[in-house]
């Protein structure tokens, strides 16, 4: 199978003020197609060739690193586009915010926990609101592209909500100022869109 990077799901400047265009430009168009073009010509002419994304993840320790890394970004900034959209943010409803209530202590909880997650990731990573394989949310965080579906995990499950604190996700409107870019990130959260993965991932 060949990966195909996808356009954005909304223009370059949705999500202005929150991420700026120029950003989400270079982001997509550079490096999200960097990783899926590296992705591709890891994994041409071998067995991997005809498997799903999934199916790499899950394996990816029998493959190469440059699969880890290039898997991971392909898959990583998919999610990560489609739990943004303009006009969103706010707070999730129904299972989802029960669940956050009873098991993550609450809104406010796990706002201070997930961007705690996001600012103290030494480095480049991703913080992460996810389906543990017990069902239950977790928050916490991966360093360079890894994430939960990966058998190198530390903890497995299903991501339903990432947010990429790589420089390159930030650095030209916010420079050094990786919690502002946090902070910002919530006012584009689609809940939507996190509510039916969640839904999915505790069927
Ligand atoms: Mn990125």
Known sequence: MTFQLQPLPYSNDALEPHIDAKTMEI???KHHAAYTNNLNN???????ENKTIEEI????????PAVRNNAGGFYNHNL???VMAPNAGGKPTGDLMDAIDSELG?????????SAAATTRFGSGWA???????KKLVVNSTPNQDNALMDVAEVKGTPILGID???HAYYLNYQNRRPDYIGAFYNVINWNVVSEKFKAATK
């Not at 992460?128 to 017990?134: F, I, P, Q, S």
């Open 27 to 29: 982001h997509h168009d």
């Open 42 to 48: 890891a994994i041409a002419g071998t067995e991997w």
């Open 57 to 64: 993840l899950a394996d990816v320790s029998k493959i190469s």
């Open 80 to 82: 990560f586009w489609e």
């Open 106 to 114: 609450g809104w406010d909880k796990f706002k201070e926990t997930f």
């Open 128 to 134: 992460w609101l996810m389906v543990g394989a017990d």
């Open 165 to 167: 604190v790589w420089e």
